[in-house]
DNA sequence: AAGTTCAATAAGTTCATCTTATGATCAATA
DNA sequence: TATTGATCATAAGATGAACTTATTGAACTT
């Protein structure tokens, strides 16, 4: 292992430069013998002359011209490590692993990710979508920077915050608009149609219904909302969905929304990362941003509840 | 101007790679909290968190993933350095600026430029042909390495090392092969064909032609040896050319070369360099070589002298 | 031959870096 | 829940590298 110092380099580059011991010495505010000191020790560890002493002047040898090349290469490369580290820590920069549970990502990600480039515009942001317990594992690993998904995660590594609530909505198919708003325990008697194993929205949905009474009589799982709605829109029972779904998954099926009497049942969306994160800081900042682009979505919901 | 070391570099690339402080500060071979206070102070200097510290693990925050590349580029860089050392001091290897005499250079570079390769397959020679003058002014800024030229130049920042004697012979054209042969003062009479000013080989002839006596009577300008020997051939006159010239100079042209009785006029080529080059050492075993390529040469000229 | 310029050397001081010892934190386990 | 083990951070003292000023030496100039 050669043991060179960047101090050296430095020190070579401006000899180079200057072609003079004392002027480079003056260049790097040290005296004219620190400087032909570590020259000296520069080039015994590198076992080869770098300059030629002439009484008059110094030159550069044949070598020294492609180490003062070479020097100049990592004195840079050295420098701009430090614009980096600069450059990421003025401002949020660079990658930002966002993981979003599947509930949440198509109504909640156009808008925060709208916000966030706006924020920060040299954010290279990268999504993740799947179910909570991989966007906890790879939240864990490092795999991904920070997560929105239901609350409570209940990790002790992990920071959490609030986002917002949404609340459930009933989704019938169209010609059932007007019947009777069905509570839980009526559920039960209905058939519910749910997202497969792994959802957390599923689990929601179902611990509403159990709330009151026992697990429903027939349960089918599709993997999206969207193929639940679809499939309500065709007759084959009912579901559940976020609220915050209901714009987009309702526009092209015909199907009737109803929202429940209270207790109504509701999650709370929220935003999770380690807590040791260098970016915990700016991860609150986002947090901020996610939560103010929800607000626009929540406000959208305001529909009448049918009652 | 940031101020981080190589060897920082060096402690954080291992810890980068080994993800254990103490595990990388034993590669390192130092102690833990040594390597624990040099990340810490980059890091200080960067502003910039490097390692995400979990409890159990640590992990490289996305900046410290550029860094890390980064280091290992500057790292890379910094052991190649040495590696370009060791390898321009094992062997002569790169650039070899050599001036050669134009009234040697034809003749002498062809075995010379073959000998200097095969002794030094890595060499880059270059070739630089012009008067003495010039050649040593190049040398003195160092735009040469070494001159072959006529001996002695009495620079005292020049060493100089004798290569081999050369005699002068007469040639004239091959009409008057048989005439009796020329001493210096009958050369005088007779119309004598020179090279241009600036030639040392041209105040060489005439110093010997003065030796004995006045300048000669007419004196005819070339600007090489071929173009003397072409006009001797054409019936313009006489001229003298070093030895080693006969075999090239004469092939095509219907002249007769006559050696010269004792004491025959000669001229010692040499070697010259900065004595201060670092080269000086594998510039005497090139003289060598040198030596030894002429010694080929000069035995060729051994043709009956006309007495 | 004397003076000037410039780099190398010498001697002493300062400051950075290392070491050992200890403390703090977290995770795993009884 | 307390304990133990692992791991990194901190503290304090020791070492050594790098810097300073002063001086010498060599080469070029006048």
Redesign the interface.
């Given at each position: 292992?050669?043991n060179?110092?960047?101090?050296q380099l430095?020190y070579f580059e401006a000899l180079a430069r200057h072609g003079h011991f004392g002027k480079a010495a003056e260049a790097c505010a040290i005296s004219q013998p620190a400087l032909s000191m570590q020259i000296k020790e520069m080039e015994e560890v590198?076992?080869?002359?770098l300059f030629?002493?002439?009484g008059r002047q110094i030159?550069l040898?044949?070598?020294g011209e492609?180490?003062a090349d070479?020097?100049r290469?990592?004195l840079r490369?050295?420098?701009?490590?430090?614009d980096?580290?600069?450059a990421?820590?003025d401002r949020l920069v660079?990658?930002l692993r966002i993981g979003v549970i599947p509930t949440i990502a198509p109504y909640l990600l156009p808008s925060v990710v709208g916000a966030l480039t706006k924020s920060y515009p040299e954010l290279d942001i990268h999504v993740r979508e799947t179910v909570t317990p991989k966007l906890i594992d790879e939240l864990d690993d490092?795999r991904l920077?920070t997560a929105i998904v239901a609350l409570p995660v209940s990790e002790a590594?992990l920071a959490e915050t609030a986002l917002f609530s949404e609340r459930f909505v009933l989704v019938r198919s169209a010609r059932e608009a007007n019947a009777p708003l069905p509570n839980a325990d009526s559920l039960r008697e209905m058939r519910l149609l749910l997202l497969e194993e792994g959802h957390c929205f599923r689990d929601q949905a179902l611990s509403f219904c159990n709330l009151q009474s026992g697990p429903p009589r027939e349960v089918l799982d599709a993997s999206s909302l969207s193929t639940l709605v679809q499939m309500v829109s065709a007759g084959m029972g009912v579901t559940l969905i976020p609220e915050m779904a209901v714009p987009v998954e309702t526009r092209s099926a015909s199907v009737a929304i109803s929202r429940f009497e209270a207790p109504e049942p509701t999650r709370t969306i929220g935003m999770v990362w380690?807590r040791?994160?260098?970016?915990a800081g700016q991860l609150a900042e986002i947090a901020e941003i996610v939560r103010r682009s929800a607000e626009g979505l929540t406000a959208l919901r305001e529909q009448p509840a049918i009652s």
């Open positions: 292992m050669i060179i110092t960047l101090k430095r590198l076992g080869a002359t030629e002493r002439g030159r040898t044949h070598f492609i180490a070479r020097a290469d990592i490369s050295a420098e701009e490590l430090g980096l580290a600069r990421s820590r660079g990658r490092g920077d590594t380690r040791r994160s260098p970016l």
